[in-house]
């Protein structure tokens, strides 16, 4: 039976103890202190801010926090993955200062939860386990911080019981607030009903407290929960449990592969029908020999047609033949992956007669789809020649990247035995290490100072001019090469690109000039300021 907690010591408060409740551990000193400061910085910081400078400052106290929060002789403090996530958080909240851009917060939120998991258990492996443990203790812990704070010991009765209630009244009001955000999406009226009656609740607070709004009492209480799961540590076992199960090399099993009886608990024998380790062996050798040959085809075909002095014929769609051909080739390599990772699952790996046979036809296989991914990346740079840069060109040669790293992983599978588990786990890091580098490049950046080149005869202007502030200085530099291209295009209201004159693209980037002084004069905080954006700013003094 679990202890009785009582709020007192008094006999008048036992009506109000939390009977059956589990045991809440309280805060410690550290604990105390920095749930109130993180608060404070966390609204400081984020209130009515876009992300920049905030985002290092505030990951600076995350990771001061880790480590003012943990024991001296913690087993979290020796964990390669925990230091790893702290150089991940630092990385991420400096470019997050430098560019502000998407993958830069990306990285810097993302490696802030899978630190907050390796804390939570600092024997996982699995950056997403990692991850989903943060999320589990992260929702937890505001609760258990409230639960932990006790009131002064020698107050009244009533103070004590209205303490209870308030903490009692918590959780209902919290799933009252996500049922009115889902109907306010779901039903219109509800939405503008229940506006009109958050605003003259929001008023009747600005006459109570005229320097607080109500929105900034509910941000501030999300700066509560997000503190509370910075520095509130609730125990999430599930992951840890999960992966405790499973090792980085197969072991030979006895587990019904092979055709014959196999005894029963209840003393009865039964036939097991799966193919045994040489009917499967010869599908293997049958499947790798058959792909190989048709791969050998596409492969030749490829290395023939687009290695070596590809020129797209006239009226040839290069756009069709990169998207559609692209997204094919590498759904095939995935399925080749697939493939190989179900024949090396289990016994087979151990199959001494044909494993030689069956080794070297996988890593044919493995070293053919390596080179189609070679002419999907061909394919890709073709397009980029002729058509531009684009976000899905560069994200297809990040992911070719990762799919080189998951072919070589592969081969150690092959020829070291390593479980779907080590393969996971690996590409896994290296997900974490690109997603590192998108955020270290200034990518918007890059891309208008390629697609601003006099020899190509489009440019989607609309779609540089959509871009962060950063890209302004490119188009204002190179503002002569609109006049010289012969199509202008930007994105029309039902689809599709609807050409404009050099005229109305020069009108459009100095309305987007005007916008950004604009923009850049009334804001005159630091929060949410970046390098980029002081860079831009002196360039277009």
Known sequence: MNPVIPLSDDADAAPFSATNAAAVTPLSTAQKILLPLGMVLFDWLFWREKGGVNMLVFSIFVVVAQLVVLPRHAAVRRSGYFWLMVAGSLFGGAMMAVYGSGAAALACVGSVLMLLGYVNQPHLKLVLYA??????????????AVRSIRPPRHTGVGVRRGWFYGRLLLVP???????HLLFAVANPRYDALSGRALAVLGDWLARLLPDISFAHLLFFTLGFLVTAGVVVAVPVHYFADHESHFGE????????????????PDFRWKTVRALDLRKEFIAAVAVFGLVNGLLLLVNAIDINWLWFGFVPA???????????????????????????????????????????????????????????????????????????????????????????FGLATVLLKIWQRRSAYSLIRLNSLAVYAVMLLLAAGNWEVWIAEYNLQPRFASIDIGFLLN??????????ARRAVLNRTAQ???????????????????????????AFKARNAAYTDWQGRTWADWQTQQALR
């Open 131 to 144: 991850l989903l443990t943060a999320v589990g203790s992260v929702m937890q812990a505001g609760l258990r």
């Open 173 to 179: 009001l919290g799933i009252l607030g996500a049922f």
């Open 249 to 264: 090399f197969i072991r030979r099993q006895r587990d019904g592969v092979a055709s014959f009886g196999v005894r029963r």
């Open 314 to 404: 006239l009226g040839f769609d290069l756009t069709q033949f990169v998207h559609e051909g692209t997204y094919v080739l590498i759904f095939s390599i995935l399925l080749a992956m697939g493939i190989v990772l179900w024949f090396f699952r289990r016994n087979l790996n151990f199959y001494a007669p044909g494993l030689p046979v069956l080794r070297w036809g996988a890593t044919v296989w493995v070293l053919q789809n390596a080179v189609l991914a070679t002419s999907v990346g061909l394919r890709n740079y073709y397009y980029i020649l002729h058509c531009g840069l684009a976000y899905k060109r560069i994200g297809v040669y990040f992911f070719l990247l990762l799919t080189f």
């Open 467 to 476: 871009m962060p502030d950063r890209v302004l200085p490119t188009l204002v």
């Open 488 to 514: 202008l295009t930007v994105e029309a209201e039902y689809g599709g690109g609807q050409r404009i004159d050099a005229a109305e693209a020069q009108h459009r980037l100095d309305v987007a000039l005007g």
